[in-house]
T-cell receptor, first 114, second 114 residues
């Protein structure tokens, strides 16, 4: 039972490069989301999806794109990396986006932008 | 918009002491859920408890207990007889179905020493 799988675990980018953080879940969850965690800031919501084909912005969406073509996958794209995007990124999923189901988190991706 | 305040940035206790982590939230919704998550030094995020806004009955689970008071918008978490393994960052997070967003507080770092 893999749960939520994030790849890669670590990544170093140069300013201006683009990349995609992968997230996959095998629990048939409707709801998926991306958070970033910075020291002293808690976790902040970047984008979320309540089902395949549906995405919406969270608190800090600028510089990131998402799509949800399947129930299982929810990739996060950095269009042109900036040092301010250095952070730890967590993907999460839950059964429902409206019923307050607990989020299941991936193990995180530590991204450094130089 | 939801807002969460975890006023205690860091708490240090000696093993076997009891410790209470405070959480105060703001929400305009009448129906909502409240969560606590734990992040140990290894970095993963672990779900601890979920309460809904209709259920103010306090709960005890082993050494953990939770005190939810809707009148004061507080959802505090107590660890009885703390252990070194309880050392972690603890996050309080309200959730509303209308917004499908889980908003995290900035976390309280608990350090339990021998």
């Amino acid at each position: 039972n893999a749960g939520v799988t994030q790849t890669p675990k670590f990544q170093v980018l140069k300013t201006g490069q683009s990349m995609t953080l992968q997230c996959a879940q095998d629990m048939n969850h409707e709801y998926m989301s991306w958070y970033r965690q910075d020291p002293g800031m808690g976790l902040r919501l970047i984008h979320y999806s309540v089902g395949a084909g549906i995405t919406d912005q969270g608190e800090v969406p600028n510089g990131y794109n998402v799509s949800r073509s399947t129930t299982e996958d929810f990739p996060l794209r950095l269009l042109s990396a900036a040092p301010s995007q250095t952070s730890v990124y967590f993907c999460a999923s839950s059964q429902s986006g409206t019923e307050g189901s607990p989020l299941h988190f991936g193990n995180g991706t530590r991204l450094t932008v130089t | 918009a939801q807002k969460v305040t975890q006023a205690q940035t860091e708490i240090s206790v000696v093993e076997k002491e009891d410790v209470t982590l405070d959480c105060v939230y703001e929400t305009r919704d009448t129906t909502y859920y409240l969560f606590w998550y734990k992040q140990p030094p290894s970095g993963e995020l672990v779900f601890l408890i979920r309460r809904n806004s209709f259920d103010e009955q306090n709960e005890i689970s082993g050494r953990y207990s939770w005190n939810f008071q809707k009148s004061t918008s507080s959802f505090n978490f107590t660890i009885t007889a703390s252990q070194v393994v309880d050392s972690a960052v603890y996050f309080c997070a309200p959730f509303t179905g209308t917004a499908s967003k889980l908003t995290f507080g900035t976390g309280t770092r608990l350090q339990v020493t021998l």
